[in-house]
T-cell receptor, first 112, second 114 residues
């Protein structure tokens, strides 16, 4: 089991550019979560999917953020246009039912 | 709205000591509670998961307890080692129907001194 796979590991971009973060959940898991972690705010839930359907996106900060899950093995989080305050580590996690949540290693995003 | 608090924010202990980390939550209607460990620059590693019907879970030197009625959980680490140094986070899964989600505390930064 390869675990939750995120790419890229690091992303440095200029303000105004589009950023796409990718996630491959663990095979067989039916729930996928996107979190953002900063020193100031800790871990914040942005959005989560159940069976590929977005269930709760109340944590998505602005319309600049969007997430998709076209199939059970792939999800993207897009920021367009990016801003310096979006700089953070973005984590993807997956689970099946009420079993433990498994996290990827995260994408460290820096927007200059 | 579920809120999760962890005390203390940071803890430094000498090697070999037993220690307790605390987690409290405001809404007792939870599905489960999970303890994680995060090393610097890394993702989160699941340590223990306690379902709402359980009182405790054990794994090696770790023991986690859950008291839903008082909104509290503790993580007990026996005979601490320098390799235990990390940030420990608790997370509560709660919410109605299909909208249950995992809400994290702010974490306890643990340093075990050799």
């Amino acid at each position: 089991d390869a675990g939750v796979i995120q790419s890229p590991r690091h992303e440095v971009t200029e303000m105004g550019q589009e950023v796409t973060l990718r996630c491959k959940p663990i095979s067989g898991h039916n729930s996928l979560f996107w979190y953002r972690q900063t020193m100031m705010r800790g871990l914040e839930l942005l959005i989560y999917f159940n069976n590929n359907v977005p269930i709760d996106d109340s944590g998505m900060p602005e319309d600049r953020f969007s997430a998709k899950m076209p199939n059970a093995s792939f999800s993207t989080l897009k920021i367009q246009p990016s801003e310096p305050r979006d700089s953070a580590v973005y984590f993807c996690a997956s689970t099946l039912g009420n079993s433990p949540l498994h996290f990827g290693n995260g994408t460290r995003l820096t927007v200059t | 709205k579920q809120e999760v608090t962890q005390i203390p924010a940071a803890l430094s202990v000498p090697e070999g000591e037993n220690l307790v980390l605390n987690c409290s939550f405001t809404d007792s209607a939870i599905y489960n509670l999970q303890w994680f460990r995060q090393d610097p620059g890394k993702g989160l590693t699941s340590l223990l998961l306690i379902q709402s019907s359980q009182r405790e879970q054990t794994s090696g030197r770790l023991n986690a307890s859950l008291d839903k009625s008082s909104g509290r959980s503790t993580l007990y680490i026996a005979a601490s080692q320098p390799g235990d140094s990390a940030t420990y986070l608790c997370a509560v899964r709660s919410g109605g129907g299909a909208t249950n989600k995992l809400i994290f505390g702010t974490g306890t930064l643990l340093a075990v001194q050799p």
